[in-house]
């Protein structure tokens, strides 16, 4: 069985920083295309940032000032998403997406949350 879990979600205040990570397992995460999304209520989920295995980062549309930077840690099969200089704009449950050859595996999100 093929999962991914995603955790670090929570409260932060504007301005401030957050790393997510999305937990690989079944599969080599390094091998295979590890994207993150988000969506906000009554919105489409929406791409921010992708890391293939050629440890390309892909900035998507709307992301590409450099706020969002991902990394990996082989060893952990992890992919961590680093949040910098949050906004009011940027909360939402954040989901990682797993492209296994063609084969697309969601995490169940986490959330983030922006409030002084």
């Known amino acids: 069985q093929m999962h991914v879990v995603e955790s670090g979600g929570g409260l932060v205040q504007p301005g401030g920083s957050l790393r997510l990570s999305c937990a690989a397992s079944?599969?080599?995460?390094?091998?295979?295309?590890i994207q993150w999304f988000r969506q906000v209520p009554g919105s489409e989920r929406v791409p921010v940032v992708g890391l293939d295995s050629m440890n390309s980062i892909l900035h998507y549309k709307g992301f590409t000032g450099g706020r969002f930077t991902l990394s990996r840690d082989s060893a952990k099969n992890t992919v961590y998403l680093q949040m910098n200089n949050l906004t009011p704009e940027d909360p939402a449950v954040y989901y990682c997406?797993?492209?296994?050859?063609?084969?697309?595996?969601w995490g169940k999100g986490t959330r983030v949350t922006v409030s002084s």
């Open positions: 997406r797993a492209n296994i050859r063609g084969t697309i595996i």
């Open positions: 079944g599969f080599t995460a390094s091998d295979n295309l």
